[in-house]
C-alpha cells in the first residue's frame, strides 16, 4: 500500500496530477483497491477528465455496490 500513501502525499502537497501514477500503481498492485479507485477518480473529476473519472467510479460502483460516493460522482 505504499503506492497508495505516496499518491495521499502527492496529493496533500498539492501535487495532485503527480498523485495520479501513484493511485495508478496501487491498482496494478491490487486491482480492488478501492480508496484508490476514489482518490485517483476525484483527481480526474476536478481536472475534467470526465472519462476517466467515470470508469474510476463506475469500479467502485462494482467494488463497494452499497457505497453513496461513487453513484454520487459518476
Same mark, same amino acid.
Given at each position: 500500500? =505504499?503506492?497508495?500513501?505516496?499518491?495521499?502525499?502527492?496529493? @496533500? #502537497?498539492?501535487?495532485?496530477?503527480?498523485?495520479?501514477? =501513484?493511485?495508478?500503481? %496501487?491498482?496494478?498492485?491490487?486491482?480492488? =483497491? /478501492?480508496?484508490?479507485? #476514489? %482518490? +485517483?477518480?476525484?483527481? =480526474?473529476?476536478? $481536472?475534467?477528465?470526465?472519462? %476517466? /473519472?467515470? %470508469?474510476?467510479?463506475? +469500479?467502485? &460502483?462494482? #467494488? $463497494?455496490? $452499497?457505497?453513496?460516493?461513487? @453513484? &454520487?460522482?459518476?
Amino acid at each position: 500500500y =505504499h503506492h497508495y500513501n505516496l499518491g495521499l502525499v502527492r496529493e @496533500r #502537497l498539492g501535487q495532485m496530477q503527480r498523485a495520479v501514477p =501513484h493511485y495508478s500503481r %496501487a491498482i496494478q498492485v491490487d486491482p480492488d =483497491h /478501492s480508496d484508490a479507485y #476514489l %482518490a +485517483r477518480g476525484l483527481i =480526474h473529476l476536478d $481536472k475534467g477528465n470526465f472519462d %476517466a /473519472s467515470i %470508469a474510476d467510479f463506475t +469500479r467502485l &460502483i462494482e #467494488l $463497494k455496490p $452499497k457505497e453513496v460516493w461513487p @453513484r &454520487i460522482n459518476r
